[in-house]
């Protein structure tokens, strides 16, 4: 198993892997054992919102327990491509949206950043899995500014 900070927390099968109001002004890894009930391909899906502040990500996997599912995890293409889809459910956002930039990063050149202010926007990304088996998915988050309850990161699966 890929252990990126420590023991991963049993999640189940559960689809909220992560929700929090405010966060760490310094990198916090996140790492969970998911348990899967059925076969086919699932999207996890990372929810910013802001009012004001940043929030940085780095390091995102997804892995079987040998494997690495996901595509660009790191950023280190310079874009949200390959792997990546950004989206704005709630409306047009305004301030920093969502991409990829080279300041405040945990590790390598790039890293993920999104300041979108009001509304909440996403990114996220496919991957096959089947039934009964454990995945293990990790990534790591940084608050740059900002507190409150309109300050937020929700992941989840579907």
Not at 44 to 72: A, C, K
Not at 102 to 126: H, K, L, M, P, W
Request: aromatic fraction near 10%; hydrophobic fraction near 30%; charge should be negative.
């Amino acid at each position: 198993t890929i252990s990126p900070c420590g023991t991963p927390v049993d999640i189940g099968n559960s689809s909220t892997i992560y929700s929090v109001t405010s966060g760490s002004n310094s990198y916090t890894c996140r790492y969970v054992a998911w348990t899967v009930s059925t076969t086919g391909n699932v999207t996890l899906v990372f929810q910013f919102r802001h009012l004001p502040g940043i929030w940085y990500m780095d390091d995102v996997s997804v892995s079987d327990g040998t494997t690495e599912l996901l595509l660009n995890g790191g950023f280190e293409s310079g874009t949200l491509s390959p792997g990546w889809t950004r989206r704005t459910p709630n409306g047009q956002c305004t301030g920093t949206s969502a991409g990829v930039n080279t300041s405040n990063c945990r590790n390598g050149t790039y890293c993920f950043r999104d300041g979108c202010d009001n509304v909440a926007d996403e990114i996220s990304q496919s991957f096959p899995v089947t039934a009964g088996q454990i995945y293990y998915i990790s990534f790591w988050l940084k608050q740059g500014g900002g507190s409150g309850p309109d300050i937020s990161v929700n992941v989840t699966l579907s």
